[in-house]
Structure formats: C-alpha cells, structure tokens
C-alpha cells in the first residue's frame, strides 16, 4: 500500500503528461513536496487577453495542415515517415521546440507497444525531450510572455518525468515533474487560444479529484494543490480529443482510458476505442485495447476479429506488434474458443501461448498471465489430470492476492488433493 501511495503521489506530480497505462512496482523513498508555494490552476478555460502569437508554430494553420499527415503516420506506427516529416520541419525551424518534441513523441511509441518494457529508446527519447527543454526554455527567457514555450516545456519536462518513474529513477522524475507542473500554471493564460493548451489541464482537473477519492490518505497533502473538477476535466479532454492536432490523438488515449479502468464505463470507452483502433488501425496499442473493451462489452465477434488481426501483424513482424499485445489476443481467442466454440484443444493452445507472451513481456504477477493459468487448472481439474492442474494451480496461488477468490479456489485444489 505504501508503495501504491508514493506512486499516486508522483503521479499527481508527473501531470499533465503522465500516462496511467502502467503503474510500477516501486520502492522508490518518500518524496518531498515544496508546501510553501500553493499551485493555483483555475477550472475553467482562461480567455485570452492581448497575447502576441506571432511565430507560434501550435497556432499556425499551415504547420497544422503540414503535420496532420505525419500526425497520422506517428500513430499509425509509420515511424520512418512521419520522422522524415518531422526531420523537414526542423530544419526550417531548428530552434523551435516542437519538432524536438515530435520526435521524441515518436521514440515514445516506440516504447509505449511493449507497456514500457523496451530499453532501446530511452537514449534517444531523453535526448529529443532534453532538446525540446533546451529550446524551450531559450523561448522563454527572451519572452515571458511566450506561452507556446510553456507548453512545450510542461510537455518535454512531463514526458522525461513520466520515462524517469517507470524506469525507477525517482530523483529525476520528482525533479522533472515539478518543473512541468510550474510551466502548466504559466501556459494556462493560453487555454482559450488553442485545444493543444488545454490539455493539461484537463487531465489536472480529473487527477485532482481521482487521487483523493481513491487514497485518502492523501488529502492533507493535496491541500496544497487547487481542487479539481472530474466532469469538467472529462469535458475538457473530448474538447481536445476532437479538436487538437497534435494532442488530440493523446487526449483520445487518456479518455478511453478513463472511461474504461477509473470510470468503470467501458459502454462509453468503446466508441473512444473503436475510433483509435480503426483511425490508426497498424497500432498495436489502440487495438488491443479496443478488443478489450469488446470483450467487456460481449461484441465477441469484433474481440475476435481484432485479436485474429493482432496475431496476424505480430507474426509479420509489424512495428508496434509485441509479445504485450499477442498476450491480450491470445487470452481473448482462449477464452472464446472455451465459452463459446466449446474447442477445448484450441482454447488450451491459446492460454498456453498467453502464458509464453506473458512472459516473454515480463508480466507475470497478474492479469492474463494468472486467468491463462486458471483457466488451463480448471480444464486440467476436469480432465482428470492431476498433475497439470497442479501445475497450473499452483502458479495462481503463487501470484494471486491473497483475498481474490482465484487464490482461494487454487488453494482449495491444492490441500485437497495434495496433502
């Protein structure tokens, strides 16, 4: 638990660019508030008063137009073409943050497919984020005015932060962290000029009121923090979802993601999801969460058609297309080939082959890889074949909660028919 609320903790902090896709297992020590400067982000869009915007790459309509494609192609996993796009609009504006920052968004989704396991970008994405800092913040100091430098600064400095957590480095993560959160509070006089500023404080409007409501324990901290407004950060991330060009494809990742793991609405995640999955549909991400969301929501044709299409582009070796991702389809394909072809031999085959993915991925303490095991215990259990049902039971035992019934059953099995 302890671990958990230290995490929350940075989590607030890594606003507004910390993903809740994951969620590490941490021993990280306790982290040090600054409580003697209270954070003041107003709820509503600021509108804007007499701000010169001249040069500002985020408002101007051509780079908008320019980069929707490449947009497409970042998230699309067509890496190569949418960093040429990207390569182009550096060097016409080589001390500018945003094509740094693109770039580095795109090392990001080289890493996000795996659930952040990968190492191989993390160079090259801190050093584009680095980049990204460095220009932005020469736009500040000549201009403090320049709330395009804000963004880019709270985005390049949340990124880092949110790399440097899940990789455990929580000195730097709390560092950056806070560094993000102050730029946030600058930009936010630039609210009503641009969705892409608003971002942020969408998702600080819903943290702030999603933290203390699941860990209480933390309310006296958060005194120091403004209050939140859940339906109004809601409101505020499908502004952007609709309307941002560079963001809005993150603001659409964090609304399905709310909507189906915090919100418990996984009716309202679907449409989120199904608009991700079929937009970009070479992403491996959006796809399987997409086919998540089918499963929760019983449309078992389309959870098995995705997850059949999430092997077929995991075995041509399509970027974006990992062990992650072969692990929900699997499940998916195991549980329907029981449930509802009643093919047990392939059901069998399905949760075997969601096990290996699983740990070829590392995840291994929950989830899929524990159901996969229960699932082959109890056809084992009714098989009459002793010796695999102990096998697999014994794997939920070892990685079950204590208090989830999974473990109880397994338990149950075990003591009874080997004493």
């Given amino acids: 638990m302890r671990q958990r609320l230290q995490f929350v903790l940075l989590f607030l902090l890594l606003l507004p660019l910390l993903a809740q896709a994951q969620q590490p297992d941490s021993t990280q020590p306790a982290m040090l508030l600054d409580t003697a400067r209270q954070v003041r982000l107003e709820n509503v869009d600021v509108a804007p008063g007499a701000i010169d915007t001249k040069g500002w790459l985020l408002l101007d309509q051509d780079i908008k137009t320019e980069l929707e494609g490449a947009v497409y192609n970042l998230y699309n996993f067509k890496y190569d073409k949418a960093e040429r796009q990207f390569r182009s609009l550096r060097r016409r504006y080589p001390n500018h943050p945003m094509p740094y920052f693109l770039l580095g968004l795109s090392s990001w989704w080289k890493i996000m497919p795996s659930g952040i396991q990968t190492k191989l970008y993390d160079k090259q994405f801190f050093a584009y984020m680095d980049t990204t800092v460095m220009m932005g913040e020469a736009m500040y100091k000549a201009d403090k005015k320049n709330y395009e430098a804000c963004f880019f600064l709270a985005a390049g400095y949340g990124f880092d932060a949110r790399l440097h957590a899940e990789r455990h480095d929580w000195r730097k993560a709390t560092v950056g962290a806070k560094r993000?959160?102050?730029?946030?509070?600058?930009?936010?006089?630039?609210?009503?000029?641009?969705?892409?500023?608003?971002?942020?404080?969408?998702?600080?409007?819903?943290?702030?009121?999603?933290?203390?409501?699941?860990?209480?324990?933390?309310?006296?901290?958060?005194?120091?923090?403004?209050?939140?407004?859940?339906?109004?950060?809601?409101?505020?991330?499908?502004?952007?979802?609709?309307?941002?060009?560079?963001?809005?494809?993150?603001?659409?990742?964090?609304?399905?993601?709310?909507?189906?793991?915090?919100?418990?609405?996984?009716?309202?995640?679907?449409?989120?999801?199904?608009?991700?999955?079929?937009?970009?549909?070479?992403?491996?991400?959006?796809?399987?969460?997409?086919?998540?969301?089918?499963?929760?929501?019983?449309?078992?044709?389309?959870?098995?058609?995705?997850?059949?299409?999430?092997?077929?582009?995991?075995?041509?070796?399509?970027?974006?297309?990992?062990?992650?991702?072969?692990?929900?389809?699997?499940?998916?394909?195991?549980?329907?080939?029981?449930?509802?072809?009643?093919?047990?031999?392939?059901?069998?085959?399905?949760?075997?082959?969601?096990?290996?993915?699983?740990?070829?991925?590392?995840?291994?303490?929950?989830?899929?890889?524990?159901?996969?095991?229960?699932?082959?215990?109890?056809?084992?259990?009714?098989?009459?074949?002793?010796?695999?049902?102990?096998?697999?039971?014994?794997?939920?035992?070892?990685?079950?909660?204590?208090?989830?019934?999974?473990?109880?059953?397994?338990?149950?099995?075990?003591?009874?028919?080997?004493?």
């Fill in 180 to 419: 993000a959160l102050d730029y946030l509070e600058k930009s936010k006089e630039a609210n009503g000029l641009s969705p892409e500023f608003l971002f942020g404080q969408a998702l600080f409007n819903y943290y702030a009121v999603w933290i203390p409501d699941n860990y209480p324990l933390l309310k006296p901290v958060l005194l120091f923090f403004p209050k939140g407004n859940k339906k109004l950060g809601l409101q505020q991330l499908r502004n952007v979802a609709d309307n941002g060009v560079y963001v809005g494809p993150e603001a659409r990742v964090f609304l399905m993601r709310l909507l189906l793991n915090e919100e418990d609405k996984p009716e309202e995640a679907l449409p989120v999801s199904r608009y991700l999955a079929t937009t970009y549909p070479e992403n491996g991400y959006f796809q399987r969460i997409y086919a998540n969301a089918c499963f929760l929501q019983g449309e078992f044709r389309e959870c098995e058609r995705v997850s059949r299409d999430i092997l077929d582009k995991l075995n041509r070796g399509m970027p974006g297309y990992e062990p992650n991702s072969g692990r929900y389809a699997t499940y998916f394909l195991g549980f329907l080939m029981q449930n509802r072809y009643k093919d047990l031999k392939k059901a069998k085959e399905y949760y075997q082959r969601c096990i290996v993915f699983a740990e070829l991925n590392g995840e291994t303490n929950y989830g899929f890889y524990v159901f996969a095991n229960l699932a082959l215990a109890r056809l084992a259990a009714e098989a009459k074949d002793a010796t695999a049902a102990r096998r697999y039971y014994t794997v939920v035992a070892n990685k079950s909660d204590h208090k989830l019934e999974q473990y109880q059953e397994a338990r149950e099995y075990l003591k009874a028919n080997f004493k």
